[in-house]
């Protein structure tokens, strides 16, 4: 079985920031990409932001200058630092991770619980 289990959300006032991590354990070979996606009440889940092994990088336009992706590829973990929070970043936050389980060839999604995120005015 394959785990991905965020931590890091919160309440936090307008300009404020936070830090959200996501570990990635279980029967896995390898991962290809790890990202963050986001779904606000009656929204549609959206990108965040993506980094692949490589250290790649791929930012929404919402996200590009506030948010920074980063990866330990050894604890199979991705964080996001968001700066300069608005209330529109309101969301529940998923990471997800696109990986290969060992003796499987293909490459399969996984999706953690989500985390909320709270930006007050």
């Known amino acids: 079985q394959v785990q991905l289990v965020e931590s890091g959300g919160g309440l936090v006032q307008a300009g404020g920031s936070l830090k959200l991590s996501c570990a990635a354990s279980?029967?896995?070979?390898?991962?290809?990409?790890m990202g963050w996606y986001r779904q606000a009440p009656g929204k549609q889940r959206e990108l965040v932001a993506t980094?692949?092994?490589?250290?790649?990088?791929n930012y929404a336009d919402s996200a590009k200058g506030r948010f920074t992706i980063s990866r330990d590829n050894a604890k199979n973990t991705v964080y996001l630092q968001m700066n300069s929070l608005k209330p529109e970043d309101t969301a529940v936050y998923y990471c997800?991770?696109?990986?290969?389980?060992?003796?499987?060839?293909?490459?399969?999604?996984?999706w953690g619980q989500g985390t909320q995120v709270t930006v007050s005015s």
């Open positions: 980094t692949t092994t490589g250290g790649s990088t």
């Open positions: 279980g029967y896995i070979f390898n991962i290809n990409t």
């Open positions: 997800n991770g696109r990986l290969q389980r060992f003796r499987i060839s293909k490459l399969e999604d996984y």
